[in-house]
T-cell receptor, first 117, second 113 residues
Framework: DAGVIQSPRHEVTEMGQEVTLRCKPI?????LFWYRQTMMRGLELLIY????????DSGMPEDRFSAKMPNASFSTLKIQPSEPRDSAVYFC???????????????FGAGTRLSVL | GENVEQHPSTLSVQEGDSAVIKCTYS??????FPWYKQELGKGPQLIID?????GEKKDQRIAVTLNKTAKHFSLHITETQPEDSAVYFC????????????FGKGTMLLVSP
């Protein structure tokens, strides 16, 4: 398996523009996570899905952020409108649900570095 | 909810020395403690984990210890090499049903040749 695939790797946009980040989880994994990483706050969990259903979105900073998972192999994180303080690295991770030792292990993508000017 | 504190935030060692990173957690119910390594430009990758039924686990040059009474766990890297330079994250969670990981803020380890 190629692992968790995120696109784009880098995104530079202007304040007020819509940004869409994409993620393809590892095939067969039932859980998908979106994280934001900054120097000040470290790794923050934004939202996670189980079997394509959002389970906990309490980490989503505000209504400008939304996430979808239309099928088991694709998820998006959208920011509309974007602001300079959204600049960060956004990671997607996936995890299997079964197996006493396998569950809870999260496999991260390479991340998307977002810069909002 | 769970809170994980990690120290130090940065650590510089000479090649061949040992490195120790320490974490404390707040929720006594947590029983799964993984460590992730993040290299420059990459996502975090699991390097070792420990569950609460053991006090220590080793994998070649890395080891993790867990003290459930004190609610702290540590990562030990022996004979450090330049390729060990990275950011290391500890995490904690309850391994029952499904719970999300709570990560520490990370430790930047620099190993100088």
């Amino acid at each position: 398996d190629a692992g968790v695939i995120q696109s784009p790797r880098h995104e530079v946009t202007e304040m007020g523009q819509e940004v869409t980040l994409r993620c393809k989880p590892i095939s067969g994994h039932d859980y998908l996570f979106w994280y934001r990483q900054t120097m000040m706050r470290g790794l923050e969990l934004l939202i996670y899905f189980n079997n394509n259903v959002p389970i906990d979105d309490s980490g989503m900073p505000e209504d400008r952020f939304s996430a979808k998972m239309p099928n088991a192999s694709f998820s998006t994180l959208k920011i509309q409108p974007s602001e300079p303080r959204d600049s960060a690295v956004y990671f997607c991770a996936s995890s299997p649900a079964t197996g006493a030792k396998a569950k809870n292990i999260q496999y991260f993508g390479a991340g998307t570095r977002l810069s909002v000017l | 909810g769970e809170n994980v504190e990690q120290h130090p935030s940065t650590l510089s060692v000479q090649e061949g020395d040992s490195a120790v990173i320490k974490c404390t957690y707040s929720d006594s119910a947590s029983n799964y403690f993984p460590w992730y390594k993040q290299e420059l430009g990459k996502g975090p990758q699991l390097i070792i984990d420990i569950r609460s039924n053991v006090g220590e686990k080793k994998d070649q040059r890395i080891a993790v210890t867990l003290n459930k009474t004190a609610k702290h766990f540590s990562l030990h890297i022996t004979e450090t090499q330049p390729e060990d330079s990275a950011v290391y994250f500890c995490a904690a969670t309850l391994n029952s049903g499904y719970s999300t990981l709570t990560f520490g803020k990370g430790t930047m380890l620099l190993v100088s040749p």
